[in-house]
């Protein structure tokens, strides 16, 4: 097809819609998509959205600039499910049609309110001075359609002390109470997350920046998020400009999971323990949510930053989600777990003699333990390959890509490691789903999201 240059905020309009589908045509049949991981029809995905279980299905809004596989005009895609399995793309979006959003529909959550979901986002509002913080509404009603509130933006003040770049609107519930918090930083370049309050969802309050226990996280704190998780508060961090501290914060932007309490009075959140939430190359921004039973659960964006991947450009997609992830507390750290049924949708390969060929592009590979002293998984042949090494005596874990021959973002290493107490017992679980690969280590004691490209699948364990 006939590719066509288009100025970085361009909204979709009735003129260049038509562009768009035969844009989603085209990438419809790439050699690149994965078979359960959710992606884009066209053009760039980055965070997850707005995420709820209404009305008897599943909403998954995503960051999207539809035209080019790079982060222009932020639109909000939106994919429905009754299970979580099948997936179904929506018309109903976020288009950036409106003046005080002239710069997209930047990232937020939904939660229901009455009979409606309301959607919060950021209106992206850039001017020569920098960014002009806008907070603004959109409310889906029980028909599944959408519109955006009259009286946008809902808030669009910057506290004293706080730089203008105020993002990200992720509202909950707590003691009869709606809570906001927008992620943010100081002029000073330290991480924040602001806390607003509203007994209505309309009219917000600025109620202070909330006191992580004296921590400080970067100079930027994004898409701040907290659910509730075995009695406890989870609050999730993405952060730019943490330094690297050995096997942890090593990509561009991190993630970060604490587990404590949440004190919407004062505002503070009491830190009991925390750790970068997934350890691989590929992940930022997740956002957590109930589903029908309740239970916390959450997406991740399957990217990080300003990421350069292999055949993007001529893909014309890029990015994706993780798999939606269970979670639950065990022995004070964060277990992540695949939902049983999404889990069961991977065959699973059989080794004989520490080999096998996957009879598909997307597989599970289980391996109960790691006896020997060092077991290395191979996927892919010798020269393209990565590498999956395990050292019991030393306590290490090793994802490497230097082995592959579409190497990518090599600027942010191409190892990623994590460190146990030696001798003690590993089990994997891979899945990978045609480059898309999660590494679940002891039954998702730990997790590793990344990217690889081999052109051959053969597995070998030595
Ligand atoms: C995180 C982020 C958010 C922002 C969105 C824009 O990846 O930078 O802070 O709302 O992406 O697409």
Redesign the pocket.
Known sequence: MELKQFEKYTPVTTENAEYVRALAEYCKYSARRPRFHLTPPCGLM??PNGLNYYNGAYHVFY?WFPFEPS?GM?HWGHFVSRDLINWESSAEILIPTEEYEKNGC??GNGIQIGNELFLYY?ANYNTPEGKVPKQALAIMSSDGKINKYEKNPIIDEIPEGLDRAI??PYVFKRNGSFYMFL?GGTTAGQGRILLYKSSDGYDWSFQGCVNISGLEFGYMI??PGIVSVDGKDVLFL?VMGLKPEGDRYNNEFSTIYLIGHLDVDNPEFHVEAYDELDKGFDF??PQAFYDEDGLPIFFG?FGCGCQTLPYMKEDMWVHGLTMPRRISIVNGKLIQSLPEKAAAQYDTAKLTDGQAIPLKNSFRLHIPECEDKITVIQIGEDGDCFKITVDRERGKLTVDRSCLKERFCREYGEKRSISFESEKKICLDLYYDNTFAELFINEGEDVMSFRAFPESLAIKMR
């Open positions: 980055n965070d960051q982060h932020k930047y990232s950021t993002r990200d992620g994004e898409c993405s930022y921004a964006w």
